[in-house]
């Protein structure tokens, strides 16, 4: 993955509450057994007048001309709710955003983000809801500069370090294998019933 | 120093400290995971991606895949669906389960079903045990004292290369219900009520420990009923200590631990509760008597309201309600075509829907029909019932629950998610009116433009016979 360490960008506001994942990639959408090839599908239900035919709807934030290259999503509270599907995730980078500012996220959704290289931001989306103006996120620094301001963000360690090495987890998780099979053997041990069970098969 | 159920779960679960967290942050764990539960639609694709990505699950006995999601539930199902590709996602699923050695509930399998239903009836989920699934509804499963909860697909691949999760350690929330629930009010009714009271984001980043007289009291469907929509209120999970009725429910299911495990299991599953004086970031009290039978109004869980009530105002909102906005009830209002003030008991519906992992298991199906028998669903309405699992379809059938279904003139379905959601396949039609025992109403869950109102099952069925929203407690009224 892409490292995340600056982003500078102009920002697409959609700040509704409780933007939910069959909102932001709708089911029929997902079409294929497949990560690739949804950005197309991206709020298709609100992008698309008519959504078989692929007709833009003039009015929404992503067919209007000034948020063209918005490589930022203004979100309001509770953004990402509902389906855990990560193809909302999915269909966000791939149509080009790498971060959202939204005043609150899903947990599943905001850990999604992370695990593709999406920086999801809890901030007040207002201030940055200006057509044209260049928003600077500095991730290090934790911070977002725009028209000579500065907001600090929050984010956890964890994330930080996922986001700014452009981390695989699994690859890092598995360095911790050693313990993860102490970790297991002592289980063993302790908790026989949670691993005899699985064995047992057909119904009884 | 005293612990909370949670932080038993978590600390023997805890491999390690990733970070420890300041300021708020509780830190990330990397948590070992007992089970790993998939399905069809985002399953697969976990599967699939660990594959390319060249790596082996750690251990396949912990692994279980069901087919659910985009499967048909017509009478005489198979491979082919409704659903445009859902072909390809059954039988990529399958040959990738297969290939890893996972356990298979295929179609056919009498163990198949809604993943959330077949987890607990065949006891592949436990007290004291850590359980994932790349679907949001897995706090369902909490209810049984386990630590459950829904993960994206690449948390997936993660937890099967790895057996374990790098988990951000949540805040903890006691919601304590007490008192009896009044006659004919139902867990569902008590699942709307507290998302309407809390709000949709109002478990965000917590774990939830539902406690107190009432959820004693309560059936292990009803407590899953009630943990179902804890992904509603955007909680991490929600999670109920087990107790005498846990146990009793679990023992002699598939994958229930027996004989001397049997007792070891019983002596560890006593240690699982909150000590007397654990402290929790936020508690909340309910009182029982105060939940009404519910139905949503809107286009957010949240948006719900007493049956015998109205569509709220939004200058003059329920005193127990969450906070919501202008935009928001607005939109709702538009898309449901309501007006604010309109009686909710009345409202014509086009479709009855009885289904989905909050309420298709057998208690479910018998108040249901406990309604219709000897009645008969009302001249244009398209009801529907889907029991959750391939065993409470064939434990209905041998109640003859099926008979009282079909002769009230529902449908008869196989086991699976079906019409909860709208997967490009079977869908209500725009702007159909469907009264449903599913969890969500968002825009379009049931069918582009379909309208969605929330409801217990008694509530469905009652609606069904009487042509519009009705109140299962007066049926000489129907
Ligand atoms: S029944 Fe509905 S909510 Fe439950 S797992 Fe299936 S699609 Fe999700």
């Known amino acids: 993955m892409e490292p995340f360490l600056t982003l500078t960008s102009i920002a697409a ?145 964890e994330a930080k370090l996922m986001l700014t090495e452009g981390l695989d987890p699994i690859a890092l998780t598995l360095l911790d294998g050693p313990m993860i099979d102490a970790h297991e053997s002592a289980d063993r041990q302790s908790r026989p019933w949670a691993w005899s069970v699985l064995s047992q098969g057909e119904p009884a | 120093m005293a612990r909370t159920l949670f932080d038993k779960l978590w600390d023997a679960h805890l491999v390690r400290n990733l970070s420890s967290g300041e300021d708020g942050d509780g830190g990330t764990g990397l948590i070992a995971i007992d089970r790993i539960l998939l399905h069809e639609r985002t399953g697969g694709i976990a599967l699939k991606a660990l594959e390319e990505s060249g790596r082996d699950v750690r251990d396949p006995s912990r692994v279980f895949v069901t087919m659910d999601h985009v499967v048909d539930t017509l009478p005489g199902r198979g491979d082919r669906t409704i659903m445009p590709t859902g072909t390809d996602f059954i039988l990529a699923t399958r040959e990738a389960a297969t290939r890893a050695g996972a356990t298979l509930f295929d179609i056919g399998d009498p163990r198949q079903g809604i993943v959330h239903v077949i987890s607990p009836e065949n006891a592949i989920v436990l007290p004291g045990l850590t359980l ?205 075509d309501l007006a604010e003030d309109t009686a909710l008991l009345g409202l014509a519906i086009d479709a009855a829907f009885i289904g989905s992992c909050t309420n298709a298991r057998l208690p479910d199906l018998r108040a249901a029909a406990g309604i219709l028998a000897g009645r008969k669903v009302a001249a244009g309405v398209r009801a529907i019932c889907v029991p959750g699992s391939t065993r409470v379809k064939a434990e209905a059938e041998a109640e003859g629950l099926d008979k009282v279904f079909l002769a009230a003139g529902f449908e008869w379905r196989e086991a699976g998610c079906s019409m909860c959601f709208f997967s490009g396949g079977e869908s209500f039609g725009e702007e159909e009116r469907v009264i449903s025992t599913t969890n969500r109403n968002f825009e379009s869950r049931q069918g582009p433009r379909t309208r969605t109102h929330l409801a217990s099952p008694a509530t469905v069925a009652a609606s069904a016979i009487a042509g519009r929203i009705a109140d299962p407690r007066k049926l000489e009224a129907l």
């Open chain 1, 13 to 157: 506001p959609l700040i509704r509450d409780n933007v939910d994942t069959d909102a932001i990639i709708p089911s029929r959408e997902m079409k294929s057994v497949s990560k690739r090839g949804l950005s197309a599908g991206l709020f298709a239900g609100w992008r698309y007048t008519d959504v078989d035919a692929r007709v833009p709807n003039p009015e929404f934030v992503l067919n209007r001309p000034e948020y063209a290259g918005a490589r930022i999503l203004l979100g309001g509270a509770n953004f990402g709710s509902g389906s855990s599907r990560e193809h909302a995730v999915w269909a966000l980078a791939e149509y080009g955003f790498r971060a959202v500012i939204a005043a609150g996220f899903s947990p599943i959704f905001r850990g999604n983000c992370i695990r593709n290289g999406v920086l999801p931001i809890v901030l007040d989306p207002r201030p940055f809801n200006e057509p044209g103006h260049q928003i600077e996120i500095d991730l290090p620094a934790q911070e977002i500069r725009a028209a000579g301001q500065t907001w600090p963000f929050d984010i956890d360690e």
């Open chain 2, 132 to 336: 994932v699934c790349p679907d949001s509804h897995t706090c369902t499963q909490g209810a049984l004292g386990a630590l459950a909860w829904g993960i994206g697909s690449s948390e997936a691949e993660h937890a099967l290369a790895t057996g374990t999760l790098r988990v951000n350690r949540p805040k903890q929330m006691r919601v304590t219900i007490s008192g009896d629930l009044a006659e004919g009010v139902t867990a569902k009714d008590l699942a709307l009520y507290v998302v309407a009271r809390l709000g949709s984001g109002g478990g965000r980043a917590h774990v939830i420990e539902y406690a107190g007289s009432t959820i004693e009291a309560l059936p292990i469907e009803a407590r899953m009923t009630l943990c179902n929509m804890a992904t509603e209120l955007a909680a991490f999970t929600a999670v109920i200590a087990p107790d005498a009725s846990t146990a009793a429910w679990l023992e002699g299911r598939t994958y229930a631990p027996r004989g001397e495990d049997w007792q070891a299991a019983l002596a560890a599953w006593a240690q699982l509760s909150t000590d007397a004086d654990a402290v929790f970031d936020r508690e909340v009290a309910i009182d029982a008597a105060d939940v009404a039978p519910m139905v949503s109004w809107g286009t957010a869980p949240q948006q719900s309201a007493p049956l015998a009530g109205r569509v709220p105002r939004l200058a003059e909102p329920a005193a127990d309600a969450a906070p919501t906005t202008p935009e928001a009830h607005g939109r709702a209002l538009v898309y449901m």
